[in-house]
């Protein structure tokens, strides 16, 4: 394994384990979350709610799995290889403060990403 494959590898692990074990992430989560009054096909309320998770950008409101954590401030630029403290510094830009992160739908996050990666801001 090459150093380019490592450092991929371990990014791709961190960032897993970033949104498996991060209550940042979690709390990003929870912060998105409205809950709406489901109505039936005439228009009445049904009396059952079910949550849904409010994108930052268009505010239109998603299920859950269409839509994902955006870093804010964008996460940067990979580490170096041997890991030094360039892997710190991309670590906590990562693993950062629940105010960096915000929900979006995976249209408007692609659309900052593609805009990120033009300004050079690697994602
Ligand atoms: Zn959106």
């Given at each position: 394994m090459n150093q380019a494959k490592a450092v991929n590898a371990i990014k791709g692990a961190v960032r897993k384990a970033f949104t498996w074990y991060s209550e940042e992430y979690k709390e990003a989560y929870k912060r998105a979350t409205v809950r709406v009054l489901i109505k039936d096909k005439d228009g009445n309320p049904?009396?059952?709610?079910?949550?849904?998770?409010?994108?930052?950008q268009c505010k239109n409101h998603f299920y859950?799995?269409?839509?994902?954590?955006?870093?804010?401030e964008p996460v940067?630029?990979?580490f170096d290889w041997p890991l030094n403290e360039t892997f710190l510094v991309w670590f906590h830009k990562l693993w950062c403060s629940v105010d960096n992160l915000q929900a979006l739908c995976k249209d408007c996050h692609s659309a900052k990403c593609k805009l990120e990666r033009k300004q050079g801001k690697y994602k």
């Open positions: 049904t009396g059952r709610f079910r949550d849904f998770v409010e994108c930052a859950k799995k269409d839509t994902q954590i955006d870093h804010i940067g630029k990979a």
